[in-house]
Antibody, heavy 116, light 108 residues
């Protein structure tokens, strides 16, 4: 079964850091680009970051550029999102998804809450 | 940034009826447009990519059309499992991909 499972969410104060992880299974992770997409009740879906199949190309939404870093470890079938200088507006459910353009497999997400 | 708009915000449809959802881009995205379905408590599910190509396992009652700035998702005969929120997404402008605000399809 093709599956993506996110972890690493939690509650953090503004200015803090978190590292999200996404464990992939059921497909050849090394052959696929990957993305992080976040979702909030107020703003809907927001594409956050993407990485191509070999990690040679990465992209970020303007809202997170310079603060978030996407990476991957194909030996561990894992995707990561290092989030620094977190802001209240980063509060969301963060989904890992297969695909660096359109996303054909999604994880259920991990919740990040930034609050003082 | 390319702004995506969707209409209507809510569409009330009876089972068996046809539903037509619209998505508009603020500038041309060619055919780099995807549609997703999301049910409460679930992750989004890819329905359509390339404006009109159905994703694996998606029933034929779902069809997509359009190009440039105007796109349509049609559900030919609504089934009970189709009541959900539908989002469009443009992926023409790497890395500034954007989603529309969604159309909720509910039971009339």
């Amino acid at each position: 079964e093709v599956q993506l499972v996110e972890s690493g969410g939690g509650v953090v104060r503004p200015g803090g850091s978190l590292r999200l992880s996404c464990a992939a299974s059921g497909f050849t992770f090394a052959d696929n680009g990957m993305s992080w997409v976040r979702q909030t009740p107020g703003k809907g879906l927001e594409w956050v970051s993407g990485i191509n199949w070999n990690g040679g190309s990465t992209g970020y939404a303007d809202s997170v550029k310079g603060r978030f870093t996407i990476s991957r470890d194909s030996a561990k079938n894992s995707l990561y999102l290092q989030m620094n200088s977190l802001r209240v507006e980063d509060t969301a459910l963060y989904h890992c998804a297969r695909g660096d353009y359109y996303m054909d497999v999604w994880g259920k997400g991990t919740t990040v809450t930034v609050s003082s | 940034e390319i702004v995506m708009t969707q209409s209507p915000a809510t569409l009330s449809v009876s089972p068996g009826e046809r539903a037509t959802l619209s998505c508009r881009a603020s500038q041309s995205v060619s055919r780099d447009l995807a549609w997703y379905q999301q049910k409460p408590g679930q992750a989004p599910r890819l329905l359509i990519y390339g404006a009109s190509t159905r994703a694996t396992g998606i029933p034929a009652r779902f069809s997509g059309s359009g190009s440039e700035t105007e796109f349509t998702l049609t559900i030919s005969s609504l089934q009970s499992e189709d009541f959900a929120v539908y989002y469009c997404q443009q992926y023409n402008n790497w890395p500034l991909f954007t989603f529309g605000p969604g159309t909720k399809v509910d039971i009339k």
